[in-house]
């Protein structure tokens, strides 16, 4: 570890922190329970309201990543035994029912082939054929194959008892959500994607009545450390009960990579993404690259894309890593060994991300 | 949040990291699957070693923080129904009880007061009544009494079927810890006490027979978060399979720590520690103030203590951290409201700390 090594990360996320994240960074350590820390937890869940768009309460940052996100969701909603019906159209999608079913839940799948998006409809299905389905989870923005989810066709699950869970890990900041106008009752996301911070922390945000779903268990969390009862009565709670020892550093960062995002507008953010993601797609598609997301449900943030006959994926990853210092990620699954997934999120989703991209690649294609 | 808040954090973790892991968190991050992500990694992993005293190849730090490291470890050992023996001698000791029966194990309870140790014979006789037992699980530094639990004396457990896990969250690097000489089977930490990092890793490692037991499982973990199978395969094995997002910035940061600790010396570090304990601990005494841990097991880093008659310990605190912006903990458990828990860790333990400390008291009692 010797020289800092400084990357263009257009990968699947981490993304460039904007400036101001990392720059806060090197604020002095707070205890977790300094009236400074808490007050900033409180503020950030304020922030945080914003970029989801509702006003639960229960709004705060799981300290992990976006699996802990995940599990957290989960884990607290779910009880042993209780149906969980997900959507599975990439690799996100299995990791949910992975891990709801090691969590003890039983898993009924609604598949679409990875690049479509799942129809609504087929939801709704499983749902009507399973009323007794505690939740039904979807990821919004596909991160292993660039597929938009449709999660506004699906707001009419909060007239049963089936809780909506929504994935926004490359959704949140990166294209609209919302998480009241769709009815959605749980929803998590990642510091290091559209919200321009460092990863360490994963919000996540509870609706009312899932929040009273969490408080009806009989069998306690299995998970303690994602226990989201738990992580209430510290962060939100006025006793502010010790659960774990936040990192305030991790949460300066957040903070300030939210600031900046308000600042410039979240509906102006999701343009500035849909604007550059439509740039790089149509350039790509220019040179020979497929888009593997269907058409009419391609995220902008996020793009899986099949290279051209004859070009070898991984060593020309391998060389834009080494000779320029851009990242961008393999694929996934199926796509393993013959896509790139190329993300554009947060501060890194600037024109210039796309000329360095396309500058780079036509030098070692050309 | 406007003017940066500073504390002197001489409460029981986090706290102030060396300077050189405050530097590092500036460092431009980097993508979890970076080929110099992957080298830190495993440059983190032999620092590791030789602050735990190991040879054990699974040594990692886990993206959470203590209590992500105390789960990891249940969760990944402890299948449903197996049995597993916690010492409990405070706040600690009941999390281990918590986290593991909340995981599905069955808790076998050997008790001693708050301040007393736990009497080695009385955990190994546990085990002789219960020979079945998965695990026995002791905290080294009960952060809540600051009661020196005596590791050492578990040695024999090795020759059984029980797995010995060690809870090291306030020993490691601030006092003698040996993994392999005292035939730990699975030992965690956190980066923000003693190592001088900031909070957001729970370094931990596994004995080859830990791993065994790991891999022998029928039953998956049930957290796919923190199952320490899978983050081996994602950090250690060759094939780094991708588990999650971890965050460069914290691991930069807690091998610029690790770094500062190995170049003084870790038997150097933990007799700075004890020197600068003693020193608290002896002018304490001369105030009037009580030692929770009973003499013969007392920490040198983190000292629990009563205050002297008439002194009321929150207000006190309180003006502790607004005037002189000096972070000392609350009691804990049977302790709160009427006891101070403080450290001298990491980059803290310094006269510097004690003087300051004893200084802002002496104005403030008079």
Redesign the interface.
Known sequence: ?SA????L?L?P??S??YPEA??A????????????YLA?MA?IADQLRVVFGTSNELTLPV??????GM?ACL?SLLQPGEKAIVGVNGFFGE?LC??AS???AEVVRVTAPWGHRLPPEELLDAQRANPDARLLAVVAAETSTGVRNDVSALTSLADTETLLLVDAVTALGGSELRVDAWRIDACYS?S?KCLGA???LAPVTLSPRAVEVMRARTV???????DLGLLYEYYLAPTHR?????????A??L?AGLARLLDEGKEVVWARHAMVGGKLQEALVKRGFGLIAEAGGRLAQLTATTLPDGLDEAPLRRML?ERYGI?V?GG?GEFAGRAWRIGLMGHAARERSVVSLLGAVDELIG
Chains 1, 2 share one sequence.
């Not at 306690?220 to 994602?226: A, E, H, K, T």
Request: aromatic content about 8%; glycine content about 14%.
């Open positions: 570890m800092h090594t400084d990357r990360l990968g996320g981490p460039n922190p990392t720059e960074l090197s604020r002095p350590v707070l205890g977790h329970l300094d009236p400074d900033l503020d300290s992990g990543t976006g699996s802990a599990e884990a990791r992975e891990v090691r969590g003890g990642v290091q460092p990863p360490g306690p969390v299995r998970s303690f450390y994602l010790y659960h774990h020892t936040a990192s305030s550093t991790l300066y960062a903070y890593l990242e990620g996934l």
